[in-house]
């Protein structure tokens, strides 16, 4: 069991399935507090690493280990307790459709506090408003736009006041300046709620934007090949592949260089 | 948020307003925890809002323990009832973290105008527009049938495209994996038919009429109508999934923007697959159903296997045989219309898709029973 106490700590994970390795030996810390990015091109692994670390996948070797306790290996009860202390939004937002927004909020809330009905309602509107989503409880996903459904997702992930909240690909889909806003969201909510922050994206503006530390998955070599800010990564990395990535496709010393 | 899990006691929270002069201060103290806050906090809200307009809000938090988001909420509704008496609140006084997830909050004003009114209409006006529905489905339903048969004279014409591969599929999926339930219901069919005609017509000494009573009851009707309500639950069902799954998925929008059209490509392969394999089917059922009337008597009542065939053979002539299959096709027809009808209009959402699939099958049930019912009119006007 290694001996750090951060949110989250990876331990030599290797994610395979069957023979197919996806990635091996990725060992990484995400600190408290951090907005931690896990980078890489479309078909790294990306989202697998988020399915691994919410135990929805076995890993094929290493463990997961969430503020010191090992999570891979544990019970079902165990896990379920770990897992209460984070919350998730999905890629396609992962609202249930037959539940109304303030339902879909609630149902965390029902299942995991003594709360009466009142209570419960009142604390879903609380984070609806939270996420700009005041006046729309009533509501079923399909009839509210993509942006407003990942801001419910996002309400739903904080329905139990979480101490870690899991992203995966929190702004595809969305325009330049929804993106924005639900990044400068995202770091209000991390702020106020002193969470920690997971966030599986190649969008590179959020990254740079809000990213306080990161891993880049790399597709040649099958593992991670750095971690740290981005910003700085942006030209300090020593890997080409993560310069190229964080810059557009142009490598900042091959173009000193030229 | 300082709501980290404490060992210490927690204190009761409370809640207090001090009114001096036009101002009033809020004084907060204890924990506020989910689950522990009691009457004052509505009493605190009824307080602000008995002050008058431009009194002034503000907060004391010195003896504030900790808090989550019960705090939170306590202080979003006293927001409103401040906004509302158009008071102005100094949120200085509260903790760092929850003034910001408070303007978070207040951040995007309510959307007043979306908030659901959930109106109770009369019983005659629901019935009513429910009965509108009604005819505009029934009008809906029978433009589909429509559509398809025009493209069925569009493949017929070599204008349409149906891949060979879909309706393969199909007909593999509606017919040879449907043998073993379709075995099954028609057997018992014919065994039931079998034991309760023969136990009565033991009485009259006629046992041997139990393969006439077995023979045209399920040649002319019931194998058709067994192996179409299978049909309907099993492959109309699926038909309705996989096509509302496909709308949710937008599959149907991609093919439409493509300019191939939903019913050539998706629609047309499945019902020529369920018309050609349910007569199939109906016909293998007939046999099966045979042999079901055939074990019973053998077994229980002393009319013997071969006895039993030699006097169907007798009691059924061919036209029976033809009209069973020709009622099978149609039924195996309207399932697949339903199913596809039903399939391609459904919304996008898997509790849409559920309900597509739910009424693709009671609507299948409700055709083949009428049809039913239609075929014994018209056969016996044609005396067939």
């Not at chain 1, 990306?46 to 969430?66: F, T």
């Amino acid at each position: 069991m290694p001996s750090t106490s951060d949110p989250i700590a990876v331990r030599g994970l290797t994610m395979a399935f069957g023979e197919r390795v996806v990635m091996h030996d990725l060992t990484f810390d995400v600190g408290r507090g951090d907005i931690f990015f896990v980078m890489g091109p479309s078909g790294s692994g990306k989202s697998i690493l988020m399915r691994h670390l919410l135990g929805l996948l076995e890993p094929a070797a290493g463990e997961i280990c969430y503020e010191g306790e090992r999570f891979t290996g544990a019970s079902p009860a165990d896990r379920t307790r770990m897992l209460r202390r984070c919350g998730v939004t999905f890629q396609t937002g992962g609202l249930w459709s037959s539940l109304t927004l303030a339902e879909n909020v609630a149902v965390t809330l029902e299942e995991y506090t003594d709360l009466g009905p009142a209570e419960v309602r009142e604390l879903a509107s609380l984070k609806l408003a939270l996420v700009g989503l005041r006046g729309f409880e009533d509501y079923y996903p399909s009839e509210i736009s993509g942006g407003m459904q990942k801001r419910a997702a996002l309400a739903r992930a904080i329905a139990l006041d979480p101490a870690i909240l899991f992203f995966d690909e929190p702004s595809s889909g969305l325009d330049p300046v929804s993106s924005r806003l639900l990044d400068r969201l995202i770091v209000e909510l991390r702020d106020s709620l002193g969470a920690t922050v997971v966030i599986v994206s190649h969008e590179l503006d959020s990254i740079l934007e809000i990213g306080t530390n990161s891993i880049f998955l790399d597709m040649e070599s099958r593992t991670m090949a750095a971690q740290g800010s981005p910003r700085t990564l942006r030209t300090e990395s020593a890997s080409p592949a993560v310069r190229r990535f964080l810059n557009r496709g142009d490598d900042p010393r091959e173009e000193a260089a030229r | 948020m300082p709501s980290a899990p404490s060992t210490t006691t927690r204190v009761l929270p409370s809640v207090s307003v001090q009114l001096r002069g036009a101002s009033a201060r809020v004084v907060l103290a204890g924990d506020w925890m989910l689950g522990t806050t009691g009457p004052q906090a509505a009493d605190a809200v009824r307080a602000v809002q008995a002050l008058p307009a431009g009194a002034i809000v503000s907060f004391d938090t010195r003896a504030l323990g900790t808090w989550d988001s019960a705090l939170i909420a306590f202080l979003l509704h006293l927001d409103d009832a401040a906004r509302a008496q158009r008071l102005a609140i100094q949120p200085d006084g509260l903790p760092d973290g929850a003034r910001r997830l408070l303007a978070l909050a207040t951040a995007v004003p309510e959307r007043v105008e979306a908030r659901r009114q959930a109106a109770a209409r009369p019983m005659l006006d629901r019935f009513g527009a429910s009965m509108l529905r009604v005819g505009s489905a029934t009008g809906s339903f029978v433009e589909f049938v429509g559509e398809t048969a025009l493209a069925l004279g569009r493949l017929v014409t070599g204008r349409a495209q149906v891949r060979r591969r879909d309706v393969g599929l199909a007909l593999q999926q509606a017919g040879i994996d449907a043998l073993p339930v379709v075995s099954l219901v028609n057997f018992l069919m014919g065994l039931i038919l079998g034991f309760v005609g023969a136990a009565q017509l033991k009485r009259f000494g006629a046992t041997i009429f139990v393969a006439d009573l077995v023979g045209i009851g399920i040649v002319r009707d019931l194998a058709a109508l067994m192996t179409a309500v299978v049909m309907s639950g099993r492959s109309g069902a699926a038909f309705a999934a996989a096509l509302g799954t496909m709308q949710t998925n937008q599959e149907i929008d991609a093919l439409e923007v493509a300019g191939i059209a939903p019913i050539d490509a998706l629609v047309l392969p499945r019902v020529i697959a369920l018309t050609i394999m349910t007569p199939l089917l109906t016909l293998y059922g007939e046999a099966l159903g045979l042999t079901g009337g055939a074990v019973v008597s053998a077994g229980m009542f002393d009319v013997s296997f071969r006895q039993f065939l030699a006097q169907a053979r007798e009691a059924v002539p061919l036209k029976f045989l033809t009209g069973g299959l020709v009622k099978a096709l149609v039924y195996g027809a309207l399932v697949a219309l339903a199913g596809c009808w039903h399939g391609i209009r459904s919304g996008r959402s898997a509790e849409a898709v559920g309900r597509a699939t739910t009424s693709a099958v009671v609507l299948s049930i409700v055709l083949i029973v009428s049809a039913a019912g239609l075929f014994a009119y018209v056969y016996d006007a044609l005396n067939l």
